[in-house]
C-alpha cells in the first residue's frame, strides 16, 4: 500500500476492514460457561488471576449461548447431556467456535471402555475447532488452544469468494536447549 | 444394642423364616431378611425403642453375576442379587446392615424385574435411593410412589450396572462405541 503510505498525520492508523474486523472478533471471545466435569475446574482456574484468560479478551464467560462465540466443552459429555450440548451449540449466534477441552471430548478419555453413558468425543455431536488433550490439560493449554482459535479468526476472509486458509499452528516446540542468555556476564 | 441382640430381637419378633440368615463376624454384621417381610421388619426396627433406627445410611442393590464363563467356576456365588440397607441410629448410636437376597429375574424371566416391597415409606430417603437401584441394577420396589429412572435417560434400555449389561451401540443417532 506504497501509494497511500505518509500521507496523514500522525496518530492515523491505516489498516484493511478484513483485518481490523478480524482484530476486533479475536479480542473479544466470549467463552460459554461449559463446564461438565473435573475439567471445569481447570477451565476456572484458566480464568482466575494466575492464568488470567482476560489478557486475550476471552474472560467474560457468559451464562447464556446467545451472547457467547465460543464453547468451551470442559469435561465428560454423557449421551444425556449430548442433546443438550447440541442445542446450546445451535442458540449461539455465528461465527462460533467450539474448543474440546480434555481427554473425555477429544474420545471419551477414561471413560472409552467401561463408560456405557459417555459419548466417546464431542465431535459426535458439534464439530470442533481445537482439541486440547490432558486429563485435565494444564492452563496452559487451553490457553494455547484459546489461541489458536484466534489464529483461526485472524485468517477470516470478508470477500464471499476468497478462499479462506486454515493456519499452521506457529508453535515452535522447545526441543532445542535454548541458547543461554549473555546478559547475565556484564 | 449389639448386633447379636438385634439379630435375637428380629427373630423373637418376627420368627427364624423370615429372618433368612445372618453374619455377625463381617466387619459390617448383617441381617438376612426374607422379601416379603422387609418393610415390616424395617419399620419395626425404626419405631421400637429398643433399635430406634431413624437413619438409613445407604441403600443399593448388588448383582451377584459373573458372565463371563472362563470365570464362573472361581466365582464363588450363586447368580442373584442383594438389596443392602445400612441404618445408623443417632439415638442409641449402634448400627446394623440388612439385607434381601433376590433372585435375578423374577420367574427365571430374563426381561422381568425381581420385587421387593418398598421402604420407601418408613425412611423417606429411601426414594431416591430406590430409584437409583431401579435405574442402575433393575430392582422393582413394589409400592413406590414415583418408580422412574433417576440417573439414565427416560428413554435408556437395560440396567447398566447388571454384569451381563451390553453397551448400546447407538443412542439417538450418536454411536456408543
Ligand atoms: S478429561 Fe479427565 S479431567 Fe477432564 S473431564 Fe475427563 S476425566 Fe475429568
Redesign the interface.
Known amino acids: 500500500m506504497t501509494w497511500i503510505e505518509g500521507r496523514f498525520e500522525e496518530n492515523v492508523v491505516l489498516s484493511t476492514l478484513e483485518q481490523a474486523m478480524n482484530w476486533a472478533k479475536e479480542s473479544s471471545v466470549w467463552p460459554m460457561t461449559f463446564g461438565l466435569a473435573c475439567c471445569a475446574i481447570e477451565m476456572m482456574a484458566t480464568g482466575a488471576s494466575r492464568y488470567d484468560l482476560d489478557r486475550f479478551g476471552a474472560g467474560a464467560f457468559r451464562a447464556s449461548p446467545r451472547q457467547a462465540d465460543l464453547m468451551i466443552v470442559a469435561g465428560t459429555v454423557t ?2 447431556m ?2 443438550r450440548v447440541r442445542r446450546l451449540y445451535e442458540q449461539m449466534p455465528d461465527p462460533k467456535y467450539v474448543i474440546a477441552m480434555g481427554a473425555c471430548t477429544v474420545g471419551g478419555g477414561p471413560y472409552f471402555k467401561h463408560g ?2 459417555v ?2 468425543g464431542v465431535d ?2 458439534v464439530p470442533v475447532d481445537v482439541y486440547v488433550p490432558g486429563c485435565p490439560p494444564r492452563p496452559e493449554a487451553l490457553l494455547e488452544g484459546i489461541m489458536r482459535i484466534q489464529d483461526k479468526i485472524r485468517a477470516r476472509k470478508l470477500g464471499r469468494s476468497a478462499r479462506e486458509v486454515t493456519p499452521v499452528p506457529h508453535h515452535q516446540g522447545m526441543a532445542a536447549v535454548p541458547a543461554i542468555s549473555h546478559t547475565l556476564e556484564v | 444394642m449389639t448386633a447379636e441382640e438385634i439379630l435375637n430381637l428380629l427373630v423373637e419378633q418376627f420368627g427364624k423364616e423370615r429372618i433368612a440368615g445372618a453374619n455377625l463376624e463381617a466387619i459390617d454384621p448383617w441381617v438376612e431378611v426374607s422379601p416379603d417381610a422387609i418393610a415390616d421388619v424395617a419399620r419395626f426396627l425404626k419405631t421400637d425403642e429398643r433399635t430406634q433406627f431413624d437413619h438409613l445410611n445407604n441403600l443399593c442393590g448388588v448383582d451377584y453375576c459373573e458372565p463371563d464363563e472362563k470365570k464362573q467356576k472361581k466365582f464363588g456365588h450363586e447368580p442373584h442379587i442383594e438389596v443392602v440397607y445400612h441404618l445408623t441410629s443417632y439415638n442409641l448410636k449402634h448400627k446394623i446392615t440388612v439385607k434381601v437376597v433376590l433372585a435375578r429375574w423374577k420367574d427365571g424371566q430374563v426381561g422381568s424385574l425381581p420385587e421387593v416391597p418398598t421402604v420407601s415409606g418408613v425412611w423417606k430417603i429411601a426414594d431416591w435411593h430406590e430409584r437409583e437401584a431401579f435405574d442402575l441394577v433393575g430392582i422393582n420396589f413394589v409400592g413406590h410412589p414415583n418408580l422412574v429412572r433417576i440417573l ?2 427416560e428413554d435408556w434400555v437395560g440396567h ?1 450396572l447388571r454384569k451381563d ?1 451390553e ?2 451401540l447407538e ?2 443417532g ?4
Open positions: 449421551f444425556k449430548a442433546s456405557y453413558h459419548v466417546k459426535l455431536v | 439414565c435417560a447398566p449389561y453397551f448400546p443412542y439417538h450418536i454411536r456408543g462405541k
